[in-house]
């Protein structure tokens, strides 16, 4: 198991930056991708951006690339999400997942990362 533990969120004015962590615990090394994903209200968990731990690709969805940048530090086990030019339709919960060993080609499917995170919260203020 892979303990998660998310920080950064808070109230932004759109345009504005946030950059959210996500330190990992226990079985890191078992990982082999952690994604970033948000929810609202009434609404299912959508991927936001996926890194592989390895190898540091990088995956986005269209409503977030050329604005948000995933990264992460292995030494650290820690995973960031720099997060600029904020916008209200970005205002959600947060949360960051790691997936078990195997590699798997649908980085956005929720199903596949079994370790979540508590969430934390983004508000951008128009």
């Known amino acids: 198991q892979v303990q998660l533990v998310e920080s950064g969120g808070g109230l932004v004015q759109a345009g504005g930056s946030l950059r959210l962590s996500c330190v990992a615990s226990?079985?890191?090394?078992?990982?082999?991708?952690m994604g970033w994903f948000r929810q609202v209200p009434g609404e299912e968990r959508s991927f936001v951006a996926a890194?592989?731990?390895?190898?540091?690709?990088?995956y986005y969805s269209d409503s977030v690339k050329g604005r948000f940048t995933i990264s992460r530090d292995n030494a650290k086990n820690t995973g960031y999400l720099q997060m600029n030019s904020l916008k209200p339709e970005d205002t959600a919960v947060y949360y960051c997942?790691?997936?078990?060993?195997?590699?798997?080609?649908?980085?956005?499917?929720?199903?596949?990362?079994?370790?979540w995170g508590q969430g934390t919260q983004v508000t951008v203020s128009s």
């Open positions: 226990g079985r890191t090394f078992s990982s082999y991708r």
């Open positions: 890194i592989t731990w390895r190898s540091g690709f990088t």
């Open positions: 997942a790691a997936s078990g060993p195997l590699y798997f080609s649908n980085y956005g499917a929720a199903q596949q990362y079994g370790n």
